[in-house]
């Protein structure tokens, strides 16, 4: 926990401090248990087994919050939503809504950037089972506190992918200088609040949920690749970003 007292500056630096940490015994032990093992199809790759930073501009206007890494995506490839089949239905998504170059996001050095739009998570790390604790979460916490703060001068709104990360991020926006209503908003595919800012130094951010793009949802057409982009377009709308769809 001693990286807690770390005071990251830019983007980079945080970047740089999250792939060093070690907080999570059972995290730590995991990713890196996966990363010697492999899965048959990557057993010539060299995985990262490391945690995964945010991925995205440091002056982005929207902010993407997922989960965790995936064991074989982010864990092998050392980058979000990249080499899995969610980042498939999500980078495809962001392509249409105009926030990414390309519609596919396959390894670290694919030529994929964000537009305007950065995404992360509230767990660094891969977990097994997909299915962090919550003192992991809490441990974890730390780093999405600083990356918020630190794109404060030009975030404007927040897409969420899934319950878990709605219920991580709400506490930390509440700590972060928004004001979040009581009770607390609830998490649903196309939700939308606006959150007040607390502090002279915020702006009002617009909260977007959405169900997260894992196989079991898409895979049961529970989401669809429209009902993503769907959330995303109006995400970008809503906060100012050009329509840059193809």
Known sequence: MGLNR?????IAELDAQVTACRACPRLVAWREQVAREKRAAFRDENYWGKPVPGFGPDDARLLVVGLAPAAHGGNRTGRMFTGDRSADVLIAAMYDAGLANQPTS???DDGLELIGTRVTAPVHCAPPDNKPTPGERDNCRHWLVTELDLLTPTVRGIVVLGGFGWQALLPVLGESGWAVPKPRPRFGHGAHVE???????RDSLHLFGTYHPSQQNTFTGRL?????TAVLVEAATTVGLPDARP
Do not use: S
């Open 6 to 10: 770390f005071v990251c500056r830019t």
């Open 195 to 201: 959150l007040a800012p607390t502090r002279p130094d």
């Open 106 to 108: 396959l390894r670290a």
């Open 224 to 228: 669809t690749p429209a009902m993503l």
